[in-house]
């Protein structure tokens, strides 16, 4: 049997990570190769390589009905944020102190989308602009594999990212902790940088552990009352 085309499988699994960085999918859904395939207008094997590549990097967990964004524990992000904390704050002074003008610019336009789909309420244009600033600075962090390590990292935080957004209250500070982040990097200030960001980690983690503690218990109730039902 021929190997699907890498550039197909390829092309999927960056589809894919997208709408995952973009809390695009849902913990209630389902990802079936079968059709995504037909959605891409290909047989099966491409869409399945894409999607057990995603398996593997720890973004999704195969069910009886297809793939699903992996859920996490509280000690999951506890143990998540532990590592960011060592990677992310050293990894963003590089970047700060390695700035070319070019990510700087884009930093900057990145940053501006945040602000202004921020106040119009727009949390799929935050999310978007959000992984954009993510993913602009990370460009300026010469050593890739610890930009890519970081990358993926950040991501397995899809499904309890946009209860986050939705949050006003979490909003803001997320938007004031990033404000400083980028003041810092315009500054080119590696120590300021640094010290900003693992501000940050720290605030990120309380907002995770609290949306996906709510998250626990409505699914806790919710299975309550089905039991009750029988």
């Keep these: 049997m021929d190997r699907p085309s890498q550039n197909l ?13 973009r809390s695009e999918v849902s913990l209630l859904d389902r990802l079936v190769d079968t059709e995504i395939a037909a959605s891409y207008g290909i047989s099966r094997m ?14 999704l967990v195969g069910t009886t009905r297809g793939f699903a964004v992996r859920e996490l524990s509280l000690e999951d992000i506890s143990g998540l944020f532990e590592v960011r904390r ?9 970047a700060a102190r390695d700035m070319t003008p070019d990510v700087e610019a884009a930093l900057t336009a990145a940053f501006g989308r945040i602000e ?10 935050l999310l978007a602009a959000n992984v954009d600033f993510r993913n602009t600075w990370l460009r300026a962090v010469t050593n890739p594999h ?13 499904s309890v990212r946009l209860g986050t957004f ?17 003041k810092a990097f315009l500054a080119h200030d590696p120590l300021a940088v640094h010290d900003r960001m ?33």
């Excluded at 499988?9 to 960085?21: A, F, G, N, P």
């Excluded at 610890?146 to 899809?158: E, N």
């Excluded at 939705?166 to 980028?182: C, E, K, N, T, W």
Aim: charged share 25%; glycine share 6%.
């Design 9 to 21: 499988v390829e092309t999927i699994y960056s589809d894919l990570r997208l709408k995952l960085q």
């Design 46 to 59: 491409p869409a399945r390589e894409a999607l057990l590549r995603l398996v593997s990097e720890g973004y």
């Design 86 to 94: 060592q990677l992310e704050p050293r990894a963003a002074a590089s």
């Design 116 to 125: 202004q789909t921020l106040s119009a309420g727009n949390i799929p244009g």
């Design 146 to 158: 610890m930009a890519a390590t970081i990358s993926r990292f950040i991501d397995y935080f899809q």
């Design 166 to 182: 939705a949050d006003p209250a979490v909003a803001a500070r997320y938007f004031d902790g990033l404000s400083a982040i980028h």
């Design 198 to 230: 693992t501000l940050f980690m720290f605030a990120a983690e309380e907002a995770y552990l609290s949306v996906r503690g709510r998250q626990l218990e409505e699914a806790e109730a919710i299975g309550s009352i089905r039991k009750r039902r029988k």
